[in-house]
């Protein structure tokens, strides 16, 4: 199974800043199938980003991903309110799994 | 419009069964895999189990292998989940998950979702 390590645990940045999150992977994701979602509060997950760089359907463009092998990052250029909320990765070369989680929150 | 509405949770004692439902709307659903995906409350995502558009292919995480079966009903537009041999550690928000993939490949990327319905496994 690959474990995905995601850092930092919690992100406090303010509206405007930018944001980059990390997921690393304990062995190397083939092919870079790499997908990040938010999730809001009482709220389904959405996805954002998958291949590692190919934003979903509707997904503005200050969302940006990133990385190959066993690096991953998550950009979000500047911050709207919007914005904060948890991420997480998921990689779905092999039996799909989930990294732990990020919270981005208002500073 | 994509829907994904589940249902059949509810409180269930361990060693016991439960059958979760996902209604689809807004899609073809037999061109797409489908997934279930749950959520332990105040934690993180799982992947449950996965089944590919013509049932051909079905894949579990293996904290439920033996336990759980997923399967499908294509002509009406549903997915299904039957939990047995139930755990506290089951205990869980359970989404209904579509494949982004077409009808051949099964991609393991979740564009849509249903809101969940929550499983108790509790005496």
């Known amino acids: 199974e690959i474990v995905l390590t995601q850092s930092p645990g919690t992100l406090s940045l303010s509206p405007g800043e930018r944001a980059t999150l990390s997921c690393r992977a304990s062995?190397?994701?083939?092919?870079?199938?790499l997908a990040w979602y938010q999730q809001k509060p009482g709220q389904a997950p959405r996805l954002l980003i998958y291949g590692a760089s190919s934003r979903a359907t509707g997904i503005p463009d200050r969302f940006s991903g990133s990385g190959s092998g066993t690096d991953f990052t998550l950009t979000i250029s500047r911050l709207e309110p919007e914005d904060f909320a948890v991420y997480y990765c998921?990689?779905?070369?092999?039996?799909?799994?989930f990294g732990q989680g990020t919270k981005v929150e208002i500073k | 419009e994509v829907q994904l509405v589940e249902s059949g949770g509810g409180l269930v004692q361990p060693g016991r069964s439960l059958r979760l439902s996902c209604a689809a709307s807004?899609?073809?659903?037999?061109?797409?895999?489908m997934h279930w995906v749950r959520q332990a409350p105040g934690k993180g995502l799982e992947w449950v189990s996965g089944i590919s558009w013509n049932s051909g292919s079905i894949g579990y995480a293996d904290s439920v292998k033996g336990r759980f079966t997923i399967s499908r009903d294509n002509a009406k537009n549903s997915l299904y989940l039957q939990m047995n041999s139930l755990r506290a550690e089951d205990t869980a928000l359970y989404y209904c998950?579509?494949?982004?993939?077409?009808?051949?490949?099964?991609?393991?990327?979740?564009?849509?979702w249903g809101q969940g319905t929550l499983v108790t496994v509790s005496s």
């Open positions: 062995q190397s994701v083939s092919s870079s199938y």
């Open positions: 998950a579509k494949d982004i993939g077409g009808m051949i490949v099964v991609v393991n990327v979740f564009d849509y």
């Open positions: 998921q990689q779905y070369g092999s039996s799909p799994t």
């Open positions: 807004g899609f073809t659903f037999d061109d797409y895999a």
